[in-house]
C-alpha cells in the first residue's frame, strides 16, 4: 500500500561510494526515480567515520547504510529496497508472483548474507595480508552455488524478464569481484546478467565511480 500522503522531506543517504550495501539502496532510488540527498560516510578516513558517537546513533551496527525516510531511521539495505517497494510507485523491486517473490528472496540472500559480509571491510581488515585470496575463495565459492541457480531462475535478468531485487544485489557483488580478481569466464550467466545491468541508467547513475564521495582518481 502505497503512502497517501506525498513527504515533502527528501530520504537521506549515510553510505560509502564503493559500499556493496550503500549501492543497493542507490540502484533502488534510482529504479524508484526518488530523489535523496547523500552523506557521505568514510570507512577509512580517520580510523572509519562509522566508528563515531554521532554515527553510532543512525546505526548502532556502526556499518552503512543508513537512511533517514518518512520520519525514521533504516538500516540493512534490503529492508531499505523493501520499505522503498511496499511505500512507493514505479518499478516492482518484488515480483506479484509468490514463487518469482521467493526466488528474489532466496538469490538476495544468498548474495547479501551468503557472500558479500565474507568481504566486508571490518572482515577484511582482520584477514590483513591475505585478504585477496580470502576474498576470492568466497566469492568463488558462492558464485559456484550462484551460477546454476541463476542459469534456473533468469530470463534477462535475474528472475525472469522484470528488474527484481536480486539484480540490484548482483551488480555490486560482481563489481567486488572484479576488484579482487575473480575470473568471471567461469560464470557465464552472472557475467551477462551483470553485462545487461550496467547498460541501464539507473545501475550506471548510481555506480561507486560516479558517487560525490568518488576519489578523483575512480571517477568515471
Not at 546454476?148 to 535475474?158: D, E, R, S, V
Request: hydrophobic share 40%; charged share 25%.
Amino acid at each position: 500500500m502505497h503512502l497517501s500522503l506525498v513527504c515533502l522531506a527528501k530520504p537521506v543517504l549515510h553510505g560509502y561510494f564503493r559500499s556493496s550495501c550503500s549501492w543497493r539502496v542507490r540502484i533502488a532510488f534510482a529504479l524508484k526515480g526518488i530523489e535523496y540527498d547523500q552523506v557521505p560516510v568514510n570507512l577509512i578516513e580517520d580510523g572509519g567515520q562509522q566508528r563515531t558517537k554521532e554515527f553510532k546513533t543512525l546505526n548502532p551496527m556502526q556499518q552503512v547504510p543508513a537512511v533517514e525516510i518518512d520520519g525514521f531511521l533504516l538500516s540493512q539495505s534490503l529492508a531499505v529496497v523493501q520499505y522503498l517497494d511496499e511505500t512507493r510507485p514505479g518499478t516492482r523491486l518484488l515480483p506479484e508472483d509468490p514463487k518469482k517473490r521467493a526466488q528474489v528472496r532466496m538469490i538476495s540472500d544468498l548474495i547479501a548474507s551468503g557472500i558479500q559480509p565474507l568481504q566486508n571491510l571490518s572482515v577484511i581488515q582482520k584477514v590483513g595480508a591475505e585478504k585477496v585470496p580470502w576474498s576470492q575463495h568466497f566469492i568463488d565459492r558462492g558464485f559456484q552455488a550462484l551460477e546454476p541457480i541463476l542459469k534456473q531462475t533468469a530470463g534477462k535478468y535475474c528472475v525472469g524478464d522484470e528488474i527484481s531485487m536480486a539484480d540490484i544485489c548482483l551488480v555490486p557483488q560482481v563489481y567486488n569481484a572484479e576488484r579482487f580478481k575473480v575470473d568471471l569466464e567461469q560464470f557465464p550467466t552472472i557475467k551477462r546478467l551483470n553485462q545487461t545491468l550496467l547498460e541501464i541508467d539507473a545501475f550506471k547513475v548510481s555506480h561507486p565511480h560516479s558517487q560525490p564521495d568518488t576519489p578523483a582518481d575512480l571517477r568515471a
